[in-house]
């Protein structure tokens, strides 16, 4: 093998781990405009991207390899474009899901529970998990190509983001935008802490609806009642009915009787009850129910907790006390039902709301939390979306984003966890509350109320994992602090991730950056949809339809799966993935080897000069047309952010037209030797040259393997073979030029249609081949006769015989014909007509034998069909599909016509 030839395949597991590595340590990742750096202008614009935070839980999965090739997409195009690029990376701590992960490691390792370990040593343990995973995240990160600036990488519990989120939650504090105080929440009984609304599922599910009588104090009458949840009958403290209800109306200011614990509690009128819905009368649980807690409000009704944080029954619900929900609500029910209190039970579907880490079902109840009063912050971040200072991708999410604002309640902030940023207040014993940077300060405000040193003990809870994620545009270039890098890379320019954490995590940031910066953390938000199934089903375990990424590189290589995610992708839409999809593409990734094999024989075959200046050939004249209109319409789709569109139409460009046509006819050109071999070279390099830059982005490693070697072939080779126009090749692809457009000079549209001409014709007659069963290699005689197309068939006699097998000897080319000849077929394309001689085109005894074939396959389908039609099937099916069979069997029959009319031919 010489110095630049290739290999005759591409070994990606022998590629891909080189390429990062040389990458990484030639500093390309950095960017090339940068602070730290002497000779930084702070005047030029930069591109920034702040990585979605993966969590420290464990290990890859499709949702991160479909970020990374997204923005990793973005950050290469940029720059190649020459713009000073930087993408931040970093990890997330996930509080919840973090220490959920690591409960369940010890217990199944250890046997032991974190309660039993306590909160330091369990701390310890979880920083030990950390270390773990997120060594093992950064790699599988880098495995996918991501081209981070890895000397920036940051941790959501790093010193500094934990600065920064100590001086986010005072400085709210301060402006009296955090408050604490009981309310209803989410409680998960499993994890003992409060979750989100967004961290709530709700899932349909069958369930009991269950009648029961309210007694009315001092008669025999009762209100009938129904519920999905009987237990919590223990903390009601009200029946509720419309104060128009004919049939309840007389009760409102009666009293009633709470079911086996004879508790007294008013029945009150209020037009929030449903009459059509269930009994149209409602047992009011303010402390358990969301709209029964509205109620009670409105009502000024007590608030009564049944049910503690382990989701068992307080002292409230007498002697059921100490009993798990759900075993008191069977002990209930078969209590009422012998005091004769049950109406009956009737099967019910229910939305049921499930923790989205745990998947227990959550429980509402009343505590006292953290929150953040939210609609101060929802202003201005929703003005900043409707005035367009933030675009949202693709813009029908705007209105999503719009309707969530303009309702959003305010924000639980606190979570009964060890992992996390612990909420930097302090209690003094009388329970003054100190709200301070650090303990030191919180001592000193202390001593200063007191006049003496108090002890002072830390609030326990720590902050929902999404409240230090909404600083991280910002914290990770070190806020609070004004730091070179916040000055110039802030604000960043685009945020991209999952349609799904729009409200999580992406509206938090747009709040927070307002509120901390008075500027939006970005001005664009592009949300990419979910992966899929390839029958677009959510990935689950319980499906077995899961996908791990890893395997996927092993086998087939990371640009192919890259390269599926991207062109499968329509902002907003999800992606659906097969592995037949990623198989292909790894064909893809060949395609583009062999190609560059034969641009590297074809520099070794040619001249190394040119003597004379020679034209280019139409095929020459029509690969570099079409290479200036990929340009065109690439550059648009990708600013246009259509960049699944965009890697379709360089695949099309490069497969369907440089591989299938072009390098067919480079073959007849360079065969020719001389100038025209050193031309058709050059042009070969100059449009692999092109292809290679705008893949990039899609396909990183192939596509730089590929181009250094091209690169290194083409200097050995000759000096006048060079694609650039500063006369220098690049160090390497990952920092070449993005190509420029080219404009139009007058002549490329002529030679697409003339080139467009020549297709048709080729087209044309491998038809006919393929439909007379014509042999691969056979040459065949041909008459080409046009007026319009004369000179233009002359001269591509040579390439048209080639790619159409036509025999030279025998083809003939007129511009026109006095009678058509006898004993030719003939077929017209476009402005060309075609006739070939019967005689010779086929082998006699061949084409009878595959004629008699085709005629016995077709008479057993007619008598198929017809003993279908015949049977009970006309009488079962669809009347539209017993006519799509009869349809298909008059088919059938009018092909055995003319089959047999060419058998006597």
Known sequence: MTEHTLPKTYDFKATEERIYTWWEQQGFFRPNNDPRNKGFDPSKKPFVISIPPPNVTGELHLGH??????????????????????????????GIATQLKVEEDILRTEEVTRDELGREEFLKRTWSWKEKYHGIISRQIRRLGASCDWSR????????????????????????????????INWSPRLRTAVSDLEVEYSEEEGQLYFFKYRIQGSSDFIPVATTRPETILGDTAVAVHPDDERYKKFIGATALVPMLDREIPVIGDEYVDREFGTGALKITPGHDANDYQIGARHKLPIISVLDQAAHITAAGGPYAGMDRFDARKKLWSDMQAAGLTIKTERYIQRVPRSQRGGEIIEPMISTQWFVTIKPLAEPALAAVDTGRIKIVPEHFTRVYRNWMENIQDWCISRQLWWGHRIPVWYAPDGSMFCAYNEDEARANAKQKFGKDVELIQDPDVLDTWFSSGLWPFSTLGWPEQTADLAYFYPTSVLETGYDILFFWVARMIMMGLEFTSQPPFHTVYLHGLVR?????????????????????????????????????????????????????????????????????????APREQKANLEWTLADAWIWARAKQLLTVTNRLFENNQYGEAGRQIYEFFWNEFADWYIEIAKLQLAEGG???????????????????????????????????????????????NPEKKGIWPEALIVADWPELIADEGWEESTLRNFAIFQDLVRAVRNLRAEKGIKPGQKIAAHL???????????????????????????????????????????????????????????????????????????????????????DFAKRAPAAVVEKEKARLQGYKTMVNSLEEQLKK
């Open 785 to 871: 006769a046009s007026q319009e197309c004369y000179d233009l068939l002359q001269q591509e006699k040579a390439a048209l015989t080639a790619l159409a097998q036509l025999d030279p000897a025998q083809l003939t080319i007129t511009k026109s014909l006095k009678e058509r000849p006898e004993n030719m077929i003939s077929l017209v394309s476009g402005p060309v007509e075609v006739y070939f001689p019967l005689s010779g085109l086929t082998n006699p005894a061949e084409e009878r034998a595959r004629l008699e074939r085709e005629l016995h396959d077709t008479r057993s389908q007619i008598q198929r069909l017809e003993s279908l039609l015949a049977g």
């Open 675 to 721: 100038d025209r071999a050193f031309k058709t070279a050059d042009l070969l390099v100059r449009v692999l040259d092109v292809s290679l830059r705008l893949l990039h982005p899609f396909t990183p490693f192939v596509t730089e393997e590929l181009w250094t070697r091209l690169k290194d072939a083409a200097v050995s080779h000759s000096a006048k073979i």
């Open 533 to 605: 199934d390839d029958q677009g089903r959510k990935m689950s375990k319980t499906i077995g339809n899961v996908i791990d990424p890893l395997e996927v590189m092993d086998k087939y290589g990371t640009d192919a799966l890259r390269f599926t995610l991207l062109v499968g992708s329509t902002p907003g839409q999800d992606v659906n993935l097969s592995l037949e999809k990623v198989a292909a593409n790894r064909n893809f990734a060949n395609k583009l080897w062999n190609a560059g094999r034969f641009v590297f024989g074809a520099l070794a075959a």
């Open 153 to 184: 990488e940051r941790f959501t519990l790093d010193e500094g983001l934990s600065v920064a989120v100590r001086e986010a939650f005072v400085r709210l504090y301060k402006k009296g935008l955090i408050y604490r105080g009981p309310r209803l």
């Open 65 to 94: 390899a479909m970020f990374v090739a997204m923005e990793d997409l973005m950050i290469r195009y940029h720059r190649m474009k020459g713009i000073p690029t930087l993408w931040v990376p970093g990890t997330d701590h996930a």
